[in-house]
């Protein structure tokens, strides 16, 4: 048995309930200034996600186990997990092999980053409703759909789940992530109709066309990557970095997605905070930005033919 810190041991013989791991995790958040953003954006998030997801109690349900007092096991492994975040400075979902999106479980680990795509969200709602024209507006209609850098996998279940006679084909550089992605995908219901494919973006499709492409690539300019927070470091840099203006591969995705897009299709592209850069240099391009519940210009829609 691995012998505990002084703060650990500590923790485990004073603390006893769900309630005081809840509090202790909260204070000793805040005093180590963490980072978020890995599914949470607090101190207070951070430590109930930890909490519950450590005791497979149900991750938005606090309350009702709060006073639940804890077997030592779970007294000791709240405590390492507590520590660990503050000392190694891992996102919680690395700790925990697990990440929700929309409340679907997802494994991951240091091979991919923890999902986080505003994507999802849209692939959730009514994504098509406020777009122009309606070649795309039934759900139903939408028989392919491409997920370009697909890291986790996560966004390939969601199109799965969203587009229900879709096949997906999901494309990633990393064959360490592609491991990843396929586990999610076996694990879902869905893997009869997702392919993992590895390759450059489009180069392992040949001619292949769809209704549909999605991607989230990597869009952190160089400055950013060089003043990414500890809880970023631990994420692959492969998924991160977009180059000097962090746009080199959204452009790429630009000029090739033409000949990978039916007639009637569409891109749908996560580019964080680069639309300024991106419609100055593509200023013909009549972009439809997708505002979600916790984004503003940072996802764009173009149709096939204006690409």
Request: contains cysteine.
């Amino acid at each position: 048995m691995t012998s505990q810190s002084p703060s650990t041991a500590a923790s485990v013989a004073e603390l006893v309930t769900i309630r005081d791991f809840f509090r202790f995790a909260i204070s000793r958040f805040n005093a180590a200034e963490l980072v978020y953003g890995h599914g949470t954006t607090n101190a207070l998030d951070e430590a109930a996600f930890i909490v519950l997801e450590a005791l497979q109690l149900p991750i938005d349900k606090l309350d009702p186990f709060l006073d639940a007092r804890l077997t030592l096991a779970e007294r000791q492994r709240l405590a390492a997990l507590i520590e660990e975040r503050v000392t190694t400075r891992k996102p919680a979902p690395y700790l925990l092999g697990r990440a929700y999106v929309g409340g679907i479980p997802f494994h991951v680990d240091e091979r991919v980053i923890v999902p986080r795509s505003y994507i999802g969200e849209l692939l959730r709602g009514d994504v098509f409703a406020s777009l122009p024209g309606e070649a795309l507006a039934d759900p139903a209609a939408i028989t392919s759909v491409l997920d370009l850098c697909t890291g986790s996998g996560c966004l390939a279940v969601l199109a799965a789940a969203a587009f229900p006679r879709a096949r997906i084909d999901a494309v990633d550089l990393s064959a360490a992530a592609l491991e990843v992605a396929r586990r999610n995908v076996e694990e879902s219901s869905y893997a009869a109709r997702i392919r993992l494919l590895e390759g450059d973006l489009f180069a392992p499709l040949g001619a292949e066309r769809y209704d549909l492409v999605l991607t989230n690539p990597p869009y952190v300019d160089a400055q950013g990557m060089a003043e990414l927070p500890p809880e970023y470091r631990h994420e692959p840099a492969l998924a991160l970095a977009g180059g000097e203006d962090g746009l080199d591969i959204v452009r790429r995705i630009l000029g090739e997605a033409a000949a990978h897009l039916d007639a009637a299709g569409g891109l749908i592209c996560e580019i964080g905070s680069g639309r300024a850069r991106l419609e100055a240099d593509f200023p013909d391009l009549p972009f439809v930005w997708l505002d979600t519940e916790e984004s503003s210009g940072e996802v764009f829609w173009l149709a096939a033919a204006d690409l």
